[in-house]
Structures are given as structure tokens and as C-alpha cells.
């Protein structure tokens, strides 16, 4: 089962969290049945909303990430609960761009960086919090992290990984964020480089078996660490009937209209599942009926 695990250093300003998530980004390349690249770069966006979301204080809140970078893949998007349960998909899945060195995947490449990543942090207020950044690479870790940097003023260091297995499946995916804290000194951030440098990629470590407590102790080893909480994360949809009729509704009776008059039903999928609704003509003669008494 994929976890997600927070902790705070004991002896200095630090804060960390860091996620297993190779049962959720498989569940996404199911889905959406992506090719390698676009399975990579998902999964990361995926991973990345899974950890920031758990971070929120407020308990019913979500985090969106949406990334629009230019590259063939079109726009990626990943929302994630306060619990760092995600859903998310890609504008464009089946994609192939050339291979790295050392056959590695290009995720910059495919994503792009002539672009944005947009953060919208819902914490059901009035109106959601919304920050965007110029995209540093495309690699997604390293766009998150100037997220966190220019946008919030904390210093960020974040690390991704998919590892992609012969047969196109998902073999390891996980990856950390580690923040410092304000009043964090030289020393410190020396500390957190050390480590960041030493353990490498997170990939090849945690294909290795490593859980992700294992990682963060690996990556802060100069530091004391008390865990905050561990949890289990997966993929997880919210669509439903119900909620795909109110967005019928919301479309307004001369949309509804349109539809019952030149289809006489309608079929809508959801993009975060691929589930499929359909709607017979007199369901949506009812559901016009229940907009114009509202």
C-alpha cells in the first residue's frame, strides 16, 4: 500500500514529507493508459499534489496542480484532499520523446518549460488561493520547489521519481519534499544538501525497498527526526452521478436544452477516471425541470 509519512527535525528548523506512491501512479497509467514519459510526468504531478495536500491545515480542503508547459503532453493536472488522496490526468497521454542519457526519460522535454505551474490551494474560504511560477525545466520536482520559493518564501527542496518496468508498468514511484523552517542557518542548509547529494535518486533507492521514513532518515541522517504522522495514500476519484448532473445543471437551460433537442440524451466521461455517465433525454428533461425551479 502506498504511504505517505511527515516528520520535523528535533535539533534544527526542518520539516519534511515524503511518499511510496507506485500503486497510484500505476492506477493512473491504467486509467489513462499513458506511455512511459507521460506515465513519469504524471506521476510526479501526482505525487507532488499527494504530499502538498497532506501539508494543509484545513481538513476538507484540496490542492490543484496544473501544468502547462508547451511540450507534446499538453497540459497536466493532479488535485489532491487534505489526506493526500489524488486523482489527476494528462492532456495528452500517448507521447514519445527521445531518450535522455543512459535511456533515461525526458519529462522536460515532453512537459515543456515554456509555461506556468499554477497552485490552487482551496481551504473553503470565499475564494481559493491561487500562485503560479514561470516552469524552471519541466521536470516537475524542481518547478515545485521554485513554487515554494517565490511564492511562499520557504526554501524547498523537492525530489521524484517513476520508474519505469519492461512491460511499461509503474516499478517504483515515490519521491520527498524537505522545507527549512525560518531561523534555519548555514550549517543547516549544508546539512540538508549533504544528504540531498549523498542519497541521490529517489527511484533507485526506494526500488530498492526503502520505505519513505526510511528516505527521509537517509536524506536528514545529520538530524534527529520525530514523525508527525504516516498514512496510506491511493488514487482516488470523487465524480458520481449525482455530481455530474449538478454540473448539467450548472450549465444553464439553454445548454440543457440544446442537448435534449439535438441528442435527446447525453454521455459524459470524467476526466479523472474514464468513468462514464449517461443520461437519457427524459433524465435530462428532469434535470431542467429541477434547474428552472430552483
Known amino acids: 500500500m502506498d504511504q505517505l509519512v511527515r516528520v520535523i527535525a528535533k ?21 489513462h493508459d499513458t506511455w512511459p514519459v507521460a506515465t513519469a510526468a504524471l506521476g510526479r504531478l501526482l505525487m507532488g499534489a499527494s504530499m502538498m495536500g497532506n501539508m494543509l491545515k484545513e481538513e476538507h480542503g484540496s490542492v490543484t496542480l496544473r501544468v502547462r508547459g508547451g511540450g507534446p503532453l499538453g497540459s497536466l493536472t493532479a488535485v489532491s484532499d487534505s489526506e493526500g488522496n489524488v486523482r489527476g490526468y494528462v492532456q495528452n497521454p500517448a507521447v514519445d520523446v527521445p531518450r535522455k542519457a543512459h535511456a533515461k526519460l525526458d519529462v522536460g522535454a515532453a512537459v515543456g518549460c515554456d509555461g506556468e505551474l499554477t497552485v490552487i490551494k482551496d481551504l473553503n474560504m470565499k475564494e481559493p488561493y491561487v500562485g503560479s511560477v514561470q516552469l524552471v525545466g519541466g521536470e516537475i520536482a524542481e518547478d515545485i520547489a521554485a513554487y515554494f520559493y517565490e511564492s511562499e518564501q520557504i526554501p524547498t527542496a523537492c525530489a521524484l521519481g517513476v520508474l519505469i518496468a519492461p512491460d511499461q508498468s509503474v516499478q517504483t514511484a515515490g519521491g520527498y519534499l524537505i522545507q527549512l523552517l525560518p531561523g534555519a542557518e548555514e550549517e543547516v542548509i549544508s546539512a540538508v544538501e549533504r544528504g540531498i547529494s549523498r542519497v541521490g535518486a529517489v527511484s533507485a533507492k526506494l526500488d530498492e525497498g526503502m520505505s519513505p521514513l526510511e528516505l527521509l532518515r537517509d536524506v536528514l541522517s545529520e538530524f534527529e527526526l520525530e514523525v508527525l504522522e504516516t498514512a496510506p495514500v491511493e488514487y482516488r476519484c470523487y465524480c458520481s452521478r449525482e455530481r455530474v448532473s449538478q454540473a448539467l445543471i450548472s450549465m444553464g437551460r439553454e445548454e440543457l436544452t440544446s442537448l435534449i433537442e439535438e441528442q435527446n440524451g447525453a454521455e459524459l466521461t470524467c476526466q479523472f477516471c474514464d468513468a462514464v455517465y449517461h443520461f437519457t433525454g427524459d433524465e435530462l428533461r428532469q434535470l431542467l425541470k429541477d434547474a428552472t425551479e430552483k
Open 11 to 31: 535539533d534544527a528548523p526542518v520539516k519534511a514529507v515524503a511518499i511510496s506512491g507506485t500503486a497510484l501512479v500505476e492506477r493512473a497509467r491504467a486509467i
